[in-house]
């Protein structure tokens, strides 16, 4: 997503665990586009105060926030009753609290901007609740979901012109999946995040990406009997 909004002009604040690729993204990226602005942090989103101290540090880096995009997540779970509780619970903190303490961070830049979008990307898993390894993830994506809805909402009430976004992505091969066996439908990242780009430069509501077919499968997860999702998923 970086270098797709690099190529389309954007300043970039940009943040994850690690620091050497931090570096030789924002050196790769400023030799392409040396007209835009990129600066770079550390963070592990695990860590909630450092959240906060990052997004307030790019406030003052840039004076002002167009958006945020909150997509550092986790993929492992395990079939719930089976032991692994403290897997599960690291799954459900880092893809619910910690997305939860950067929408906090970042709606309040944009509240005292009195502008803003702000994206979330949650999965096609959160259409459903899903059986064996998929249930703690689908779930905390579920929660970033409904959580991205209430802000909208909450957005409506106060009609402040703060746009909110949430992404759906089916499966694309990333780095979290790498070992993972073939799945239907699935997209390499260039394509995969071509598709997310777009609907996040669409402003829109709410996407299942890439579209087809994942906006028909959308569909009828939420309304097929579950003996037929578990088929499914």
Sequence with gaps: MARLFAKLGYNLAICAR????????KA???????????????????????????????????SHIDRVIVNAGVGESRRIGKGRFETNRRTAEINFISALAQCE??????????????????????????????????????????????IRADMLLDKLP????????????????TNAKPLPFEVNADKGTRAIVAAIEHEVTE???????????????????????????
Excluded at 36 to 52: G, S
Excluded at 123 to 136: C, I
Excluded at 207 to 233: D, E, F, Q, R, T
């Design 162 to 177: 703060i746009k909110v976004s949430t992404i759906y992505p089916g499966y694309i091969r990333t780095e979290i999946n």
């Design 28 to 62: 790769e990226l400023m030799e392409q586009y040396p007209q835009i602005r990129i600066e770079y942090r550390v963070l592990d989103v695990a860590d909630y105060d450092a959240i906060f101290e990052v997004f307030n540090a790019f406030a003052k880096d840039f």
């Design 18 to 25: 690690r620091s050497e690729r931090l570096e030789q993204l």
């Design 207 to 233: 996407a299942c990406v890439p579209s087809l077919p994942w906006s028909i499968v959308g569909h009828a997860m939420k309304h097929l009997p579950l003996n037929v999702v578990n088929k499914i998923s």
């Design 105 to 150: 961070a970042a709606m309040k830049i944009f509240r005292d901007q009195n502008s803003g979008h702000l994206v979330v990307i949650s999965s096609m898993s959160a259409m459903r609740g899903l059986p064996k390894h998929m249930t703690t993830y689908g779930a905390s994506k579920a929660g970033l979901a409904h959580l991205a809805e209430g």
